[in-house]
């Protein structure tokens, strides 16, 4: 079950539910992913509303391996994700939500 106080989310993926959390490694992994520079790159790029399949990807993979989950982003993008398209973007934007704040 997810720590909210610890940024943590609990996500249904692959049809079981699973923990995802953006740890400081998580972050490191999706700067240098996503070429974003820092921290503050990458909160401007998530609060812009633009965000990509790959970003979303991204964004899920990091954090499921920060929530302690052994998968590959190729592995995730294979899974389910319960409400499709829609459904990964509302994990997503909740986990950043989660990570950063009210303004992401």
Sequence with gaps: M???????IDAVI???T???CLTLGALAELESRLQA???????ERFA???VSARDLTAI???GLRGGGNAMTDDDLARL???GGLKGAAEI???LLKATFGEAA
């Design 80 to 82: 389910a994700i319960e």
């Design 2 to 8: 997810a720590i909210t106080q610890r940024g943590e």
């Design 92 to 94: 997503a934007a909740r």
């Design 48 to 50: 812009s509303g633009r």
């Design 14 to 16: 692959g049809g079981e």
């Design 60 to 62: 899920l993979g990091a």
């Design 37 to 43: 520079g820092d921290l503050v790159g990458l909160a």
């Design 18 to 20: 699973v923990t995802l």
